[in-house]
């Protein structure tokens, strides 16, 4: 199975998708008006308190509030400043958990910081970096925060690259040129202005409650912060008979179970609703379960019954795409609707005024956005960034009707 990867970056940020086989299993992102850490991240950390409750030290990261050291064997002296990198991302009110033991992970190659001489292979396979990449610099005189050690295009290639990878199409030249250098000869660099469309449909994907299977029925996807619930559904399914409908449903679900999750970045304890008549050997199911999903992070089936349910365990070092995509809505409701946040927004805006441009390269357009939209519209700097590339031909206007909305005219 090969892998190709679509990466892009704006002046909101660089995200990426990962496609195997023409179907979506990864999502990332670098969003650059956040401060939250995201996994890889690397920082210079203060110690603060312990906390036994959490069998860790609370630690002073800077902007982003604190982050939570897990306590082998002792604690680190209060005050105590060190470079740590960031091992599983918040969610919810919960802190990221730190690692002491940091090291510089690359799409290629994997640089030991306590041993800069040692360096084994990445996701990609290894390769030694470029002699002017920027290391961690003296531990000295800095303050807590992040390291921009490395840059938002090379994380995300790290994380969702492999060794089957074999061609990342990118959205310029510049972004191009910034990666070559750190990826193996033999994973091939295309420059296609025109991914965005594509990262967009993986993000409605991912985003999307439901997954249709080939021949009829679908995968059911509900998740809270503590618990996914995973539904299998015969819907119109044909076959002879309800057991053979099982059967073929439980064949196509796992044929899609494992990219369905990784591109949701889904973990945590999971349950798994199979009908009663495709379970036919629990024992067989386990297996074929652990099997499949173990690659994607999945760590453990405690149980499987012959009522049809399976519950899983997965690892969740990264927050699920749901929350770094949306937002809860503003209600008294107890269960509110999700909504896209204001920056991905402001994001897909951008995409439209850039495909706009480049569509009618003689016309002068009109950009009008909503309330919501403006600040991190114009955080991002994006009309100078689209009227330097393609001349000064955007204007920008409010739009008073929808807040949350965005005109090209």
């Known amino acids: 199975m090969s892998t190709d990867i679509l990466l892009d970056e704006s002046p909101f940020g660089t995200r990426a998708l990962a496609v195997r086989d023409d179907r ?52 680190r002296s209060q005050g105590d400043g ?29 640089l030991f910081l306590d041993d800069l001489t040692t360096v084994k292979p990445g ?32 994380r995300l290639l790290t994380l969702l690259s492999n060794q089957e990878t074999q061609a990342i199409h990118v959205s310029s030249g510049l972004l191009a040129a910034k990666i070559k250098s ?35 029925g679908h995968l059911i996807i509900d998740s809270t912060e503590a618990l996914t619930a995973i539904d299998l559904d015969l819907g119109r399914m044909g076959s002879r008979s309800q057991k053979g409908a ?4 439980k064949r196509r679900a796992l044929e899609v179970l494992a990219d369905s999750l990784t591109l949701r970045s889904i973990g945590g304890q999971i349950v798994f609703d199979f009908p009663r008549g495709a379970v036919k050997a629990p024992k067989m199911l386990r297996d074929q379960m652990t099997a499949l ?15 049809g349910l399976v519950i899983g365990i997965a690892t969740q070092p990264r927050r699920p795409v749901l929350d770094d995509l949306t937002e809860r809505t503003p209600s008294d409701d107890p269960r509110p609707a999700h909504r896209l946040r204001a920056d991905v927004l402001a994001w897909h805006a951008y995409d439209a005024v850039k ?30 960034a689209l009227n330097t590339t393609y001349g000064p031909r955007l204007a920008l206007e409010k739009l008073a009707e929808d807040p949350r909305g965005f005109q090209i005219r």
């Open 24 to 75: 979506a299993c990864g999502l990332a992102y670098d969003f650059a008006q956040r401060t939250t850490p995201q996994l890889g991240e690397l920082l210079y950390a203060k110690a603060l308190h312990r906390d036994d409750r959490l069998g860790g030290q609370i630690c002073d990261i800077g902007a982003a509030g604190e982050g939570l050291l897990p306590i082998r064997d002792r604690a």
């Open 82 to 110: 060190f470079i740590a990198a960031i091992r599983r991302e918040g969610q919810g009110t919960k802190r990221p958990t730190l690692s002491d033991r940091p090291a510089l992970r690359l799409p290629a190659a994997t």
């Open 123 to 154: 996701p990609m396979g290894q390769m030694d970096p470029p002699k002017n990449f920027d290391r961690p610099g003296d531990q000295q005189n800095l303050t807590p925060g992040p390291l921009k050690t490395v840059p938002g295009p090379l």
């Open 182 to 216: 750190f990826v193996p000869d033999t994973v091939e660099i295309i420059v296609n202005e025109n991914i965005a469309q594509g990262i967009r449909e993986g993000e409605e994907e991912a985003l999307s409650r439901t997954v249709p299977l080939e021949e009829g």
């Open 246 to 249: 099982a059967d073929k449903l």
């Open 293 to 307: 999903l173990k690659p994607g992070g999945l760590t453990n089936i405690p149980a499987v019954t012959k009522e």
């Open 355 to 384: 495909h706009a441009l480049r569509s009618a390269p003689s016309q002068t357009l009109t950009l009008a956005l909503g309330h919501d939209l403006e600040h991190p519209w114009q955080k991002a700097y994006a009309t100078k």
